[in-house]
């Protein structure tokens, strides 16, 4: 893979950044919509290559983060969080909102549920794209674990929420909006990793090693999460 | 900008304004002296199947006058959780409304319910957060409830929001003299073997002796008390008045025949 057609700052990527806009609407005017969409495309594109994925397993689950940045996993007892950003400004923005959260929290320690970080994150992301103030939005992206919640909230503050118990797939990713590279990654990780499958010390090593390897990722991260619901 | 962000977004989240006290100037508010003083006698104790709460119906006004024979002191505030207040009627009122707001909201927002510890940790913060910045809130709470682990709780939050964790506890002018009967049952509470009808007589002894002791606290004799129950079965629930009356009866007559 060359950096030309991977690297986000190569300039032949840029050219194209804000061509299709999305939802019909000519990019070409002017205002608040026009400044609002460069800004949601332009977190999306700055999130190419970096990426959190998640692998349903029997009593969790695997959390693979990679990318030009460190990740960073934020833990409670109700939930873990894996999330990932184009800078690591950005990631300690967001991981800065997570704890404010947590350490204020006025009820008691059971009470903060995935959903509340959720619901204070997506507001916070969906504030920070929609504020004409602000030139760029926050390009973080991250997946929340619970017993009860698995939870995507993206750049944008959309957010989706399923059932652990009844998600179709065992394969999730966020962040990575380069679909070619996507296909790569999950194929690549499909195929070092089996999810009945006890995962080993030999075997983390060997899925960062290749990920490292292959993607020419600086950093790659595992942790497993397991809950007993 | 994306400091105030962030602050807006942090504080509507962490329920920042009903923890914000109501900005009554000192100056304005009436001094303790000035208000009405209610009297009054509630209790809270775990038994076999949960946790029993019992309360007298008298409000005073003054320390002369009778209000009502009928007031309720007891509330459900959420399915597996009750409330009991002592202490001034407005200020029991307004923690109760807030108690109430603040579990709807927090299931709606979260769609999870509010656990106990929960529920006592906000009101206490709240408390002390106008006490604080105003005067105190007149008012002692108890809060006993059952989390979705199917444990028992039973709190008391003092008038400067100190939470205490109790296996019984009574609160009140008559408290002294309720807890007085309850602590000769001690045992049986810590160890959970009281049956529904021994819980029931207990309480309503506790509650009796309040009554003829405590000038504030309603006498049986002339109210029925209002007794509630929360059971892992079910939940937050209210005593059937018939069965309350019954014992009421039983147990006056028993304490009256003493005299003779």
Known sequence: MSKKTVGIRSKSNKAKRFKSPGMGLDIAGTGALEEFLK??????????????????????????????????????????????????????????????????????????????VLSSMSAYLK?????????????????????????????TGDYQIDNPDELDEDYFIVGCYDDKRKKKLLDELFNLIDPTKEMTDEKMTEVITSLKNKFKLPYVGLRIAEFSS | MRYKLFKEIADSALFGSFMKA???????????????????????????????????????????????????????????????????????????????????????????????????????????????ENEQFTAEVIIAGCTLAGEFEIYEIGLDGAKYKFDYVT??????????????????????????????????????????????????RMACPSIATITVDNGAQFIDNEVIRKERDAVVREEESKDV
Not at chain 1, 128 to 153: C, H, K, N, W, Y
Request: net charge neutral.
């Open chain 1, 39 to 116: 800004k949601k495309l332009d977190a999306k594109m700055r999130l190419k290559d970096n990426f959190v994925v998640f692998i349903r397993t029997k009593t969790g689950g695997i959390f693979i983060c990679g990318g030009d940045v460190e990740s960073e996993f934020v833990a409670h007892q109700n939930f873990l969080i894996a999330l990932t950003g184009y800078s690591s400004g950005e990631v300690h923005e967001a991981k800065s909102v997570i704890h404010a959260i947590t350490e204020d929290w006025p009820f008691s320690e059971d009470d903060l549920h995935p959903t509340v």
């Open chain 1, 127 to 155: 504030a920070v794209m929609e504020d004409q103030g602000t030139s760029q939005g926050l390009a973080v992206e991250m997946i929340l674990i619970g017993p009860s919640d698995f939870i995507r909230i993206y750049t």
């Open chain 2, 22 to 132: 109501d900005p009554i100037p000192r100056q304005g508010r009436p001094t303790r002296e000035d208000r009405m003083n209610t009297g009054t006698t509630i209790l809270a104790f775990q038994y076999k199947d949960g946790i029993l709460l019992g309360a007298d119906r008298k409000t005073s006004f003054g320390y002369i006058r009778t209000k009502s024979l009928g007031a309720i002191k007891i509330h459900r505030v959420s399915p597996l959780t009750c409330v009991a207040f002592a202490g001034v009627v407005s200020d029991a009122q307004c923690l109760l409304d807030l108690l109430i707001r603040v579990n709807k909201s927090f299931y709606s927002r979260y769609g999870q319910m509010l656990t106990v510890g929960g529920q006592v940790n906000f009101l206490s913060k709240h408390i002390r957060c106008y006490c604080a």
């Open chain 2, 171 to 220: 609160l009140g002018s008559g408290g002294d003299d309720a807890e007085s009967v309850l602590h000769e049952s001690r045992k049986l509470i810590r160890d959970k073997t009281l049956t529904f009808e021994q819980a029931l007589n207990l309480a309503t002894r506790a509650l009796y002796k309040s009554g003829v002791k405590d000038n504030c606290s309603g006498d049986l």
